[in-house]
């Protein structure tokens, strides 16, 4: 995995030097939680990150992908925080987050705490199990294949 601490310092480094690139704030607390720290550090780290750019899907996107990874991990103030930048990361990209859920075979505890805070999801939770079950045979056509690749319940194939 390398050396933490050493990652630790060059993001602190990072954003010394650009202070108001909101990507580095979420790098920073990405290594921080890699850490095994949950707690108000990082809670910090991520609003920082999110008063930066409030609108950035694209950060909100990585937040809520942590929260979607280490949910079970945080406390009520941080699981706030994963939870609203979820809730961000389906308005302003929905597509992309569903699929990196769906690659990190993360759809059961997703929905488990996101379903039912979000009714729109209640069809894609109900669907994602069969999807998987379906994407998971051994023969598929080349339409099935692609699709199983692109909703993310397989990995790409090596060309």
Known sequence: MGDLDGALEQTAAAIRLAPADGY???????L????????????????????????????HLRIALDGVQRWRFG??????????????????????????????????PFCAYAGPEMAGLKRWCANAPLVRRDCSLTTLNAA???FCRVAGFM???PR
């Open 24 to 30: 580095r704030w979420v790098q920073h607390a990405r």
């Open 32 to 59: 921080v939680g890699q850490r095994g720290r949950f707690d108000a550090q990082l809670v910090a780290l991520y609003q920082q990150a999110i008063a930066l750019d409030p609108h950035a899907g694209p950060l």
């Open 75 to 108: 406390d009520d103030a941080l699981r706030a925080l994963w939870l609203e930048s979820t809730r961000k990361a389906l308005r302003y990209t929905p597509r992309p987050f569903l699929r990196q859920v769906a690659r990190l075979r993360r759809e059961g």
């Open 144 to 146: 099935q294949a692609h």
């Open 155 to 157: 990995p790409p194939q």
